[in-house]
């Protein structure tokens, strides 16, 4: 019997709060705090969810790693580990926004003059997410590398984590993920067309698209043995992880939700459950016609039409690469509170998908919750969470 | 062209790819051929791809876009190719992979960083079969900024993978058994880092 993965430390910073305490708040008064772009200059008008009140402790490193650090020290506090120099201790993060030098000055400099100064380059070059977080904890491990999987990274890099824990190449594992607003991701969305105008409305009949957002979830994963002998007796476990490709198409999902229906089933044989045991899913639900569409389906499907679900895109936005991580922070927060807020933006059904998120603040009954992330590029992955 | 080439058909699938997919997936499909493995292997094979820069030139001709015709009228296709799991879509969907499928960045070891990570799926059963490889494309804006930091560098593009399993089929080419790495190309980057800072 392998032995218990436990989540020991969670971080989080979102537009609904700049840590896991201020985002409950937010859930529960249905607080949403988008608005028009201030983070750089744009024509487009669509909003956005900004952090807000955060400048981070590094003013020469990208937002995405201060976003992270935020993060990262309220889950560390959270897991009363300040000091993880007895431990053997990986490193698994995703983003999309750090692993790119799209910094347009530089970028605007070479192409004018052929040559650029260099200060973009080096903070590039310092800001592969899991090797920048490795630095700054004075932490040296070879388990340590940014997953860029797109809009499921920071799911997949907890995936990573729980397999590194069980194949005991680490004592912990700091896993999740961090992305910033940037105009270069926000241009290219809104090209893509999938991008509302308005608030969006996740799973709605009416949804016309997702709102970008920004942040960092991080999870502190431990084995149980280890947290019990520093004398912590934790309360949420990781009990699966299921990943899974569409092998269909570049942009859109699977039209049947292949990949995501074989994600679900491998998580859930995993954790060793039967799918009318769980709780309650934190959805991907981005608001998009064909992710809700495809993702509302399978949900059905799997679990039945009476599952509590909900998206939480409707207080954060789309945050990309930090969305798993801080959607598995927000699971385990809702586990350990008895309940969901209500999925916010939803009120009329859609029939095309058959199944309605939850509409008000919801009590949860039940041991076990599901977070389920959809990437661009087909990749499908899932994770279970357990207060057992 | 060899008009008997057995990728043949990838060609036209995958005409609008960059270069940097382009190379990833014929690599990945080459390793797959190579393997002998049937297509029902298709159905649960792993594929991971580790990466240093990921299609950084893509990034860039974005950015020209984003400066010649503005925020509202840059090429979705452009974007779309540039984010760094473009690769592993094109492989996964072109070879009708299945399994779970990962894409890492790594400047100093991304290579390694895969092949343990496959080692970790091999042993957890979470694939039989794992498409591992790494992939990198020359861009000159990126030997720019190497070139001014680390001459001894020299900065090339490529694609190699391999197809890894527990099972005894996989004794074709031998075993890994002991995974290190040499810190050279890790001081490369690192080095990289410090001399440009000693620059400025």
């Known amino acids: ?388 | 062209m060899d008009k008997n080439r057995k990728d043949k058909p990838l060609l036209k699938d995958i005409r609008r790819a960059d270069d940097l997919s382009k190379m990833a997936v014929f690599a990945a499909y080459d390793a797959f051929v190579d393997s002998g493995l049937n297509e029902d292997a298709k159905n649960d094979l792993g594929l991971i791809l580790g990466t240093a820069f990921g299609p950084h030139p893509t990034t860039f001709r974005f950015l020209d876009e984003i400066l010649n015709y503005g925020d509202a009228n840059v090429s979705p296709t452009l974007f779309s190719h540039s984010v760094h799991n473009a690769a592993n879509a094109y492989i996964s969907s072109n070879l009708a992979i299945h399994g779970p499928t990962l894409t890492l960045t790594d400047f100093n070891k991304p290579f390694y960083q895969a092949l343990l990570l496959a080692e970790s799926w091999l042993n957890e059963s979470r694939s039989e079969n794992i498409l591992v490889g790494s992939v990198e494309q020359y861009g000159k804006e990126m030997e720019y900024i190497l070139s001014g930091a680390a001459p001894e560098l020299r900065f090339k593009e490529g694609s190699a993978f391999f197809l890894v399993s527990l099972k005894d089929y996989a004794k074709k080419y031998g075993f890994i058994d002991v995974l290190t790495y040499r810190d050279k190309f890790a001081s490369g980057f690192n080095l990289a880092a410090s001399l440009l800072e000693d620059k400025r």
């Open chain 1, 1 to 388: 019997m392998p032995e218990n993965i436990a989540i020991t430390g969670l971080g989080a910073i979102s537009a609904c709060g700049n840590n896991a305490e201020e985002s409950l708040e937010s859930f529960a008064l249905g607080r949403r705090n988008a608005g028009k772009v201030t983070l750089f200059k744009t024509e487009l008008p669509y909003s956005v969810f900004e952090v807000k009140n955060f400048l981070g402790k590094d003013t020469a490193a990208m937002r995405t790693l201060n976003l992270a650090f935020q993060a990262l020290e309220e889950a560390i506090r959270d897991a009363n580990l300040e000091d993880l120099s007895e431990y053997r201790v990986g490193i698994c993060l995703g983003t999309t926004v750090a692993s790119q030098l799209n910094d347009m000055d530089f970028y605007k400099s070479y192409r004018e003059k052929g040559s650029a100064p260099l200060d973009a380059a080096k903070r590039f070059l310092n800001s592969n997410l899991a090797q920048a977080v490795a630095g700054f904890l004075k932490i040296k491990t070879k388990f340590c590398f940014t997953v860029v999987n797109a809009c499921s990274s920071g799911t997949d890099a907890i995936g990573v984590g729980l397999s590194w824990l069980r194949n005991d190449y680490c004592d912990i594992v700091i896993a999740g993920g961090a992305d910033e607003l940037n105009r270069v991701p926000f241009d290219g969305f809104v090209s893509l067309g999938v991008v509302s105008r308005s608030l969006c409305l996740p799973f709605d009949r009416e949804r016309s698209g997702l709102n970008l957002g920004e942040g960092a979830g991080i999870v502190i994963l431990e084995k149980e043995s280890s947290a019990l002998r520093r004398g912590r007796k934790p309360d949420l476990f990781l009990k699966g992880y299921g990943s899974a490709a569409d092998g269909y198409h570049l942009t859109a999902p699977h039209p049947e939700g292949r990949g995501l229906d074989k994600a679900l089933k491998i998580a859930l044989s995993e954790a060793g459950i039967k799918p009318s045991e769980v709780a309650f899913v934190n959805a991907h639900g981005t608001a998009t016609k064909d992710n809700d569409r495809v993702e509302g389906r399978v949900l059905k499907k799997v679990f039945g039409p009476e599952l509590k679900f909900l998206s939480t895109k409707g207080f954060t936005g789309h945050t990309l690469g930090a969305a798993g991580g801080l959607e598995a922070v927000f699971s385990a927060l809702a586990l350990r509170q008895g309940w969901i807020p209500k999925s916010i933006g939803f009120s009329e059904e859609d029939n095309e998908i058959g199944i309605a998120p939850v509409r008000q603040k919801t009590e949860i009954k039940g041991s076990y919750a599901v977070s389920t992330s959809l990437a661009f590029g087909g990749n499908n992955s899932a994770l279970v969470i357990s207060n057992n």
